[in-house]
């Protein structure tokens, strides 16, 4: 049987500014709206940020119950929280939310070159968000840039800090990281442990193709202005919803069912 598509919108990001898009949510109220209307087009969960009013990224405790209890309110969306934060947060500061209970989290399993930023992910990091995750049951999303983070991971299940069956998330195309190509997404996916599951982030132009080859390989994607602005060069999406609506359409064409946010949960691996 042909497994359901879980598709993640990824709504806020830590760097997408109204400079860059009018469209990119910052309130709480507005990043419900903006996942409500995710939820619509067919996504099953969202990927997200705290920002202030001002748009400044923040992963203040109160944001994040703010925007968990909007969209809980509004959706049966499932709900995965940023742990990468912004450049150059302290770990304190990327985990101080999670006691909140996430249906899941993100974890990024190494450093990587972030434009002309550093995405700062030591070991000893890493040990200590998979350590909190762990603790608090929100299974993680691994967040890979490039391919050591998945033998990270793997270095992580030894020291009994994840557990498998694992989820990926290959994030593609970030200026420093793995870029976006075919051809790197295949690599990856014949890379991690049997059993994971994963999906796609391409970054930028790289989006819509990563996620139609991640279609037809049987894994999940996500989509959404963290990650891309554009439906086609040059024409802004009106909100991640309308790049949900571009995947949904594409896995029409593939033979991929969507998956509900009960079914993304059962395929991921998270406890009700
Ligand atoms: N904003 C990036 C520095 C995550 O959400 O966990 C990190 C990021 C990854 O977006
Ligand atoms: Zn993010």
């Known amino acids: 049987m042909t497994t359901p598509v879980v598709i993640t919108a990824a709504i806020v990001g830590a760097e997408v500014m109204r400079e860059h898009t009018p469209y990119i949510p910052y309130t709480p109220d507005e990043i419900a709206a903006e996942a409500l209307r995710c939820r619509q087009a067919g996504a099953a969960m969202v990927h997200v940020h705290g920002r202030h009013d001002d748009g400044t990224p923040t992963q203040d405790r109160q944001t994040y119950k703010e925007i968990l209890d909007r969209i809980r309110a509004s959706t049966d969306l ?14 304190e500061e990327r985990i101080e939310a999670l006691d909140l209970r996430p249906d899941m989290a993100t974890l990024t399993t190494g450093t990587v070159n972030f434009g002309d930023e550093v995405f700062l992910n030591s070991l000893p990091m890493i040990r200590e968000i998979a350590g909190r995750l762990k603790a608090l049951s929100i299974v993680p999303e691994i967040e890979v840039f490039d391919t050591g983070m998945i033998d990270t991971a793997r270095r992580l299940i030894g020291e009994g800090l994840l557990e498998e069956p694992l989820h990926f998330d290959f994030v593609l195309g970030v200026p420093g990281g793995m870029g976006g190509s075919v051809r790197n997404l295949e690599f990856l996916v014949g890379s991690i442990p049997d059993g994971s599951t994963w999906s796609v982030a391409g970054i930028g132009r790289h989006q819509l193709p990563l996620a139609r080859r991640a279609l037809e390989l049987g894994g999940h994607v996500r989509v959404g202005l963290e990650d891309n602005l554009f439906v086609e060069k040059g024409v802004l999406a009106k909100g991640s919803y309308e790049l949900v609506e571009i995947v949904v359409g594409e896995a029409e064409l593939t033979g991929r069912p969507l998956a509900s946010p009960e079914e993304a949960r059962e395929i991921l691996g998270i406890s009700p």
């Open 78 to 91: 499932l709900v995965q929280f940023s742990t990468g934060g912004a450049v150059g947060m302290t770990v």
